[in-house]
């Protein structure tokens, strides 16, 4: 008899991070169940691209469970540069100052939360605990606390504390001492092992906090700068389309880079 799959919940935005994260899951055998979060991001296509991938791997024969949770109503409440459709995005290093303005304010407590609860439930019913799976790594920087390892910690102990059968779920953090290249490098791996095109899947991610319309990536900002940064250091060309040429985003990424180094 074929052995049952392990089942995996991961958070799933659309961006670089949680679409190398789902590659590696299905890498391993996993049975996903992804979740989305739509809460009033001024950067929501980022769902759109992800729906692009969830078809690709599925033509490639490789499906997973996936829920939108609609936490739109909760945006207005917050204070966040994300959110408010009045205030622009700042632009530059996420070294800078002003990048605090990008910050949602408990925003991975409260996706690892539902996503907790999603897979205590599904473990209820399963002879191995569900992994409960998050992106996050140690290229986030200080103006975001919630991405720390000490953070997660807390996190965990709380949720043991207050669930019974807290052993149902386990907490799988791949990429916590993993900067945005080693990432990347793990992806590359993912997709070999899987059959499938690098840059088709990266095409259909979004990380920038400020596209156009037409889901173009700003180029600017310091989600942007970091993940051209990434792609510079494997020594690729990021897929995505930016609101400049490749040549002269990846120009403009080490001219900040540079700036911040010097600062």
């Not at 996993?30 to 769902?47: D, M, N, T, W």
């Not at 986030?140 to 953070?151: E, L, M, N, Q, S």
């Not at 092992?193 to 596209?211: C, E, K, W």
Request: proline share 4%; hydrophobic share 40%.
């Amino acid at each position: 008899m074929k052995p049952k799959k392990q089942h995996a919940v991961v958070c799933l935005s659309g961006g670089m991070d949680s679409t190398s994260l789902l590659l590696r899951l299905l890498a391993e055998g996993q049975a996903v169940c992804g979740i989305s979060f739509r809460y009033g991001q001024k950067h929501a296509i980022e769902l759109d691209f992800l729906q692009r991938n969830l078809q690709y791997l599925q033509q490639h024969g490789q499906p997973i469970d996936y829920q939108i949770v609609d936490l739109s109503s909760l945006g207005p409440l917050l204070d966040s540069a994300l959110i408010d459709q009045d205030r622009n995005v700042p632009l530059g290093h996420y070294e800078q100052d002003n990048m605090k303005e990008t910050v949602v304010p408990n925003r991975n407590a409260i996706f690892a939360s539902i996503a907790y609860a999603v897979a205590w439930s599904i473990g209820q019913n399963q002879a191995h605990p569900v992994r409960l799976c998050l992106g996050v790594h140690s290229g986030d920087h200080a103006i975001y606390p919630d991405c720390r390892p000490k953070f997660y910690r807390d996190l965990w102990q709380a949720f043991q504390t207050g669930n019974w059968d807290a052993d149902k779920v386990e907490l799988y953090l791949p990429y916590l001492e993993f900067d945005k290249a080693d990432i990347l490098r793990d992806a590359l791996q993912s997709t070999r092992a899987l059959g499938l095109d690098f840059d088709q899947v990266f095409a259909n991610t979004l990380t920038s906090y400020q596209p156009d319309a037409s889901g173009r990536a700003h180029g600017l900002t310091g989600s942007d700068v970091e993940r051209v940064l990434a792609f510079h250091a494997i020594g690729r060309v990021d897929p995505i389309q930016y609101a400049e040429d490749w040549e002269r985003t990846l120009e403009q990424a080490l001219e900040l880079q540079s700036q911040q180094q010097q600062s």
